[in-house]
């Protein structure tokens, strides 16, 4: 589960305070120091009680030019822009009987939708109980990312964010399902961004088969490779020939047989393209071209 930080500091800081003194050292979640250095910054934030209510009327009166905007869905709200290595973030997550909840589903919160990260943050419950989770942990190396993959989830605890709970949650490493606290709650995050990131794969699971079901991190060169291949370029099929075969990314790999197989209509030909992604080398690839291959048999 993820790791907790004892942090007992009774200071506080104002936001602009935070931004400035985070913005100063490169916050690495592998390194205990600066991890340390930021979880203490966190907790100043997280003893303010006013700013965030400050900030968020400020906003909603057109008060200030301040940089607060949505993202990450409807909850999530940035508190401050990229400097460095790291964000600043505000989760609002509403109980079964907010409004918003009923309005939109769980799932727009998130809720019950079992998954990992493939970035680390910093958390601190700021209000409220705070939601629950149900706690995993997983080996990432061990998977690759397919549909019905089996993960081996290993179940550690059910446990809530409640006001001034400080933990990291390591990229790759925690699973979690969470539920909806018992009345309306607000975390804040420090979000550290590695710009590999977006190559490696956010997963979602179902825990009682302990299998990924699907990848949940977007990934804009896929589109881009689908739309060039698309076109019927000989260059882009060259490309995509290449990518299937030869890109690190197995993800990237497994987008470039399905925009080729996409462009035929011959079923034999899609066969074989197929059929050659089962020879590829990627175990990613390799297994959803059997199911793909198996699919076409039976037309």
């Given at each position: ?75 999530a ?9 790291m ?16 309005n ?26 705070g939601?629950?989770?149900d706690y ?22 059910r ?7 400080l933990?990291l949650?390591r ?34 699971f179902?825990?009682?088969s ?18 060039a291949?698309?076109?019927g370029s ?38 074989d393209?197929w ?14 071209a ?10």
């Amino acid at each position: 589960m993820p790791q907790l930080i004892d942090n007992p500091c009774d200071q506080n800081c104002s936001l602009p305070e935070a931004i400035e003194a985070l913005a100063q050292f490169d916050f690495d979640p592998r390194d205990e120091a600066t991890t340390r250095e930021a979880a203490d910054w966190l907790r100043k934030l997280a003893n303010n009680r006013e700013f965030l209510g400050r900030v968020l009327l400020d906003r909603l009166a057109g008060r200030t030019e301040t940089m607060v905007e949505s993202g990450y869905g409807p909850q999530a709200i940035v508190l401050s822009p990229l400097r460095g290595n790291m964000f600043l973030r505000a989760n609002i997550w509403p109980a079964e009987h907010d409004l918003c909840f009923r309005n939109s589903g769980a799932k727009t919160f998130v809720y019950g939708v079992p998954h990992d990260h493939n970035f680390a943050f910093l958390t601190c419950g700021y209000l409220g109980p705070g939601y629950e989770s149900d706690y995993f942990e997983y080996d990432y190396e061990g998977v690759t990312g397919y549909s019905g993959e089996l993960a081996d989830l290993r179940f550690v605890e059910r446990s809530a964010l409640h006001e001034g709970r400080l933990m990291l949650y390591r990229a790759h490493r925690d699973v979690h399902s969470q539920l909806p606290p018992k009345a309306l709650s607000i975390s804040l995050n420090i979000m550290h961004v590695d710009p590999a990131q977006a190559w490696f794969d956010q997963y979602g699971f179902e825990l009682e088969s302990k299998r990924v079901t699907r990848v949940l991190s977007p990934n804009a060169n896929e589109v881009f490779l689908r739309a060039a291949v698309a076109g019927g370029s000989d260059e882009a099929e060259e490309f995509a020939h290449w990518v299937g075969n030869s890109h690190p990314s197995e993800r990237l790999r497994l987008a470039s047989f399905e925009a080729r197989a996409g462009r035929q209509t011959d079923q034999t030909a899609r066969e074989d393209i197929w059929r050659e992604g089962e020879l590829s080398g990627s175990r990613m690839v390799a297994a959803v071209a059997r199911e793909r291959r198996a699919a076409l048999a039976k037309l």
